[in-house]
């Protein structure tokens, strides 16, 4: 079973279960997918299935300082339960720590001891062996930590 056909199924389940927040939000997964797909005029595979997941769920994660600034407290809910339902759709997320050990392959590699001045190099380097799996600020902030 595809990814989109997941999501197609766990729609349908959503509404026989009356699960509001969970139909919302695979319901809007489903619509930024079929978005990309008119934009580019492509069927998007499992790869580019997730990288739209991704990004719903970074969009996410970015407005929460806002909400919480604002006091919203409900949209907090909200939008930490629609994160939690995206996650599941998503391959496992590495740890910081595994982030770091891809780093410093990635470093050796390239023969970077260390300095600020490389970290568009690596992060270039690093991002295609962890797209899906590592979100970009936590690369950012390994890369950061190692150099």
């Known amino acids: 079973m ?5 999501l197609s ?14 139909k919302t939000t695979v319901n809007l997964i489903r619509a930024a997918i079929k978005q990309v797909e008119v934009d580019t005029r492509t069927e998007l595979d499992e790869e580019a299935v ?3 997941i991704a990004k719903q769920v970074k969009m996410r994660k970015d407005a929460l300082p806002d909400f919480e600034k604002a006091g919203r407290t409900d949209l907090l809910e909200t939008y930490n339960k629609e994160i939690d339902i995206l996650m599941a759709y998503l391959p496992e ?9 891809i780093v410093r392959e990635v470093m050796a590699e390239l023969g970077i ?16 062996k962890v797209k899906g799996k590592a979100d970009g600020g936590d690369v950012r902030k390994a ?5």
Do not use: C, S, W, Y
């Open 93 to 101: 997320q590495m740890t910081i720590e595994e982030i770091q050990k």
């Open 9 to 22: 199924e766990d729609f349908k389940e959503a509404m026989k279960a009356r699960d509001e927040i969970r």
């Open 113 to 128: 001891e260390g300095g600020k001045q490389n970290m568009g190099k690596l992060m270039g380097a690093v991002m295609p």
């Open 143 to 147: 890369i950061e930590g190692l150099l």
């Open 50 to 52: 997730l990288g739209v």
């Open 2 to 6: 595809t990814l989109k056909e997941k």
